[in-house]
């Protein structure tokens, strides 16, 4: 039983577009939602993570986006480089085990010259 | 290179044999993690060490699994009598125990094919 569901599973976006990734959870308890970038041959490698207690979160380029009563959070890539090219997997981890990520089934980000 | 180091990068092994990977973490954290990634999914808990002491193994991780972390320093995962549905990558990950939610940090993995 997958607790994080994420969408869509593949993607192509224009150089300088935005890409947008959307994950949903079951578990209310969850209170850590990282998001991790992973390259071809590479482990994955975190980007950017938020908490429950704010909506939005930015650094750079990338943006997390969560709504609480809706158990859903989202990953925006402003301005997408071809660099971005990669999977990108959300998470989702509890208090007691933070460690322990709840990972959603990834979504492949194309970005074209 | 200081990041999380997985021994070999590769291996190919038929069934029925026993494999061992080695996973040496970044120096000082304290919490190692197994987890196994299958193709066009995400990594998938298997277990994971606060310095020696094994505290949490899924119930992926079937009797033919064992890891141990000796001295808390590297791990290592052995599968005896691999399975084709073995055949996953297998990533090490390590974080410091500086509270809630430190950073995992991901080696490059150790991708097992069982032919």
């Known amino acids: 039983q997958q607790q994080v569901k994420q969408s869509p599973q593949s993607l192509i976006v224009q150089k300088g577009g935005i890409s947008i990734i959307n994950c949903a959870y079951e578990?209310?308890?969850?209170?850590?939602f990282p998001w991790y970038q992973q390259f071809p041959g590479k482990g994955p490698a975190l980007l950017i993570a938020i908490r429950p207690d704010v909506s939005e979160k930015k650094e750079g380029r990338f943006t997390i986006s969560f709504n609480k009563s809706a158990k859903q959070f989202s990953l925006h890539i402003m301005d997408s480089q071809p660099g971005d090219s990669a999977t990108y997997f959300c998470a989702a981890s509890l208090t007691d085990s933070w460690g322990k990520l709840q990972f959603g089934a990834g979504t492949q980000v194309v970005v074209t010259p | 290179d200081t990041g999380v180091s997985q021994d070999p990068r590769h291996k190919i092994t038929k069934r029925g044999q026993n494999v061992t990977f080695r996973c040496d973490p970044i120096s000082e954290h304290n919490r190692l993690y197994w987890y196994r990634q299958t193709l066009g999914q995400g990594p998938e808990f298997l277990t994971y060490f606060q310095n020696e002491a094994q505290l949490e193994k899924s119930r992926l991780l079937s009797d033919r699994f064992s890891a141990e972390r000796p001295k808390g320093s590297f791990s290592t995962l052995e599968i005896q009598r691999t399975e084709q549905g073995d055949s996953a990558m297998y990533l090490c990950?390590?974080?410091?125990?500086?509270?809630?939610?430190?950073?995992?940090?991901f080696g490059n993995g150790t991708r097992l094919t069982v032919t």
């Open positions: 990950a390590s974080s410091p125990d500086r509270g809630r939610h430190s950073p995992l940090h």
């Open positions: 578990n209310t308890a969850f209170d850590y």
